[in-house]
């Protein structure tokens, strides 16, 4: 093991975005070990890396980050260096109908882990901790202005309170004990392996499957959106190069109202499912609002740009085909993750919305 130049925990790695930070690392850094550690919740599947889970550099764990015998457990059998925490309750929808998970895996999980890290580093240099985060802890938007790293913070969802109070916690660790911490705060993001409950992955399977597409409200929101692997990228990118104790917004200046945004992938997907023009439309279905639902989300990345060199790779259109064809190649992934009790909560949560 001590071949291995860092042996990074990367948490939350079975996850959506946590599976293309794992990828990346794993391909990109053979002289580093990766270690998944992730509980394997509904939204967490081993499905997700069966491309690089055969590779020398690459471990998982099963193990829960709210559980300090498992964290221990983790940093002692692989002798972690560093982390990358990504593991946390993510659906907004759900933090609204149970807080309480999100109480305990985003911010008591997140302690353990600080606390963890801290006794494990013990103030030794060159060790990095590596929060990833969301914009939604700076609120809601109105028409105009973007959110800045010195954006007050103003969160509004049960989720977003979560993610916010994880934040500050990170901070607190750096502030009071010195541990190397780096956060990134990042807009929402689309691509491959997202659980099909957010929006654009269920969308894509509602529009195939020929089920009715719900838009909450008007569909007035608007949400930044970012190609999940440019934002793998940019994680791997301030894990290297980002300051100690800064956080970095990450954004593509791609905002869409949700009705824009389903209509347009209707049209994408009647062109490659060989539909008439506006057949997948008709299955728009305006539904019940969201409570307390955040109007608009814009990031202002200028500092990872400015510092680090990031931009977004490809264009939205690009990276919205490439997902639509990933899903379309994939029917099986979805039956695959949504078996158990997904089906359920589905019909609770949108059925009988
Ligand atoms: P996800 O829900 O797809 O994956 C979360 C992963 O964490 C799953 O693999 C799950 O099994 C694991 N997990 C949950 N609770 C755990 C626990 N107690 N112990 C160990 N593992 C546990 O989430 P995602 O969309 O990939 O988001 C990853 C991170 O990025 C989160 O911290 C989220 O707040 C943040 N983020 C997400 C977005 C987005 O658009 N999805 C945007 C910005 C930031
Ligand atoms: P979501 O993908 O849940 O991400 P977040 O709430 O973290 O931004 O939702 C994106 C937007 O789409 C948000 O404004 C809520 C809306 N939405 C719908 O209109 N219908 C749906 O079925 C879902 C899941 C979301």
């Given at each position: 093991?001590?071949?291995?130049?860092?042996?990074?925990?990367?948490?939350?790695?079975?996850?959506?975005i946590g599976s293309h930070v794992v990828r990346l690392l794993v391909n990109?850094?053979?002289?580093?070990?990766?270690?998944?550690?992730?509980?394997?919740?509904?939204?967490?599947?081993?499905?997700?890396?069966?491309?690089?889970?055969?590779?020398?550099?690459?471990?998982?764990?099963?193990?829960?980050?709210?559980?300090?015998?498992?964290?221990?457990?983790?940093?002692?059998?692989?002798?972690?260096?560093?982390?990358?925490?990504?593991?946390?309750?993510?659906?907004?929808?759900?933090?609204?109908?149970?807080?309480?998970?999100?109480?305990?895996?985003?911010?008591?999980?997140?302690?353990?882990?600080?606390?963890?890290?801290?006794?494990?580093?013990?103030?030794?240099?060159?060790?990095?901790?590596?929060?990833?985060?969301?914009?939604?802890?700076?609120?809601?938007?109105?028409?105009?202005?973007?959110?800045?790293?010195?954006?007050?913070?103003?969160?509004?969802?049960?989720?977003?309170?979560?993610?916010?109070?994880?934040?500050?916690?990170?901070?607190?660790?750096?502030?009071?004990?010195?541990?190397?911490?780096?956060?990134?705060?990042?807009?929402?993001?689309?691509?491959s392996h997202h659980f099909p409950e957010k929006l654009i992955p269920l969308?894509?399977?509602?529009?195939?499957?020929?089920?009715?597409?719900?838009?909450?409200?008007?569909?007035?929101?608007?949400?930044?959106?970012?190609?999940?692997?440019?934002?793998?990228?940019?994680?791997?990118?301030?894990?290297?190069?980002?300051?100690?104790?800064?956080?970095?917004?990450?954004?593509?200046?791609?905002?869409?109202?949700?009705?824009?945004?389903?209509?347009?992938?209707?049209?994408?997907?009647?062109?490659?499912?060989?539909?008439?023009?506006?057949?997948?439309?008709?299955?728009?279905?305006?539904?019940?609002?969201?409570?307390?639902?955040?109007?608009?989300?814009?990031?202002?990345?200028?500092?990872?740009?400015?510092?680090?060199?990031?931009?977004?790779?490809?264009?939205?259109?690009?990276?919205?085909?490439?997902?639509?064809?990933?899903?379309?190649?994939?029917?099986?992934?979805?039956?695959?993750?949504?078996?158990?009790?997904?089906?359920?909560?589905?019909?609770?949560?949108?059925?009988?919305?």
């Amino acid at each position: 093991m001590e071949d291995f130049q860092k042996r990074i925990l990367v948490t939350g790695g079975a996850g959506f975005i946590g599976s293309h930070v794992v990828r990346l690392l794993v391909n990109e850094y053979p002289h580093y070990l990766i270690v998944n550690f992730d509980r394997l919740t509904y939204a967490g599947n081993l499905e997700n890396l069966r491309d690089v889970d055969q590779k020398d550099n690459y471990r998982f764990v099963k193990g829960d980050i709210v559980n300090a015998a498992d964290v221990q457990a983790a940093f002692e059998s692989y002798d972690i260096t560093d982390v990358i925490h990504l593991a946390a309750e993510s659906h907004v929808d759900r933090s609204i109908e149970g807080p309480m998970d999100f109480v305990m895996t985003n911010v008591v999980g997140t302690v353990n882990l600080l606390q963890h890290a801290k006794e494990k580093w013990n103030g030794e240099e060159g060790h990095i901790f590596h929060h990833v985060s969301t914009d939604e802890v700076y609120g809601s938007l109105g028409e105009e202005g973007l959110f800045r790293e010195d954006t007050p913070y103003d969160p509004r969802s049960p989720y977003s309170a979560s993610k916010a109070s994880s934040d500050h916690f990170v901070s607190a660790y750096h502030h009071t004990y010195g541990l190397l911490v780096k956060m990134s705060n990042c807009s929402n993001n689309y691509g491959s392996h997202h659980f099909p409950e957010k929006l654009i992955p269920l969308m894509i399977h509602n529009i195939l499957n020929n089920k009715p597409l719900p838009v909450y409200g008007k569909g007035e929101n608007v949400r930044d959106w970012l190609w999940v692997e440019d934002h793998a990228k940019a994680i791997v990118a301030i894990f290297h190069k980002g300051r100690i104790g800064e956080s970095y917004n990450v954004g593509g200046l791609n905002e869409w109202t949700n009705i824009e945004l389903v209509r347009f992938l209707c049209q994408l997907m009647d062109r490659k499912l060989g539909r008439s023009v506006g057949e997948s439309e008709k299955l728009i279905s305006y539904v019940t609002d969201r409570k307390g639902h955040d109007l608009r989300y814009a990031i202002d990345a200028t500092k990872l740009q400015n510092e680090l060199g990031w931009t977004p790779s490809i264009t939205f259109e690009e990276g919205l085909e490439k997902t639509v064809d990933w899903y379309l190649a994939n029917n099986e992934w979805v039956d695959k993750v949504t078996s158990g009790t997904y089906q359920t909560y589905y019909t609770n949560m949108y059925e009988n919305r």
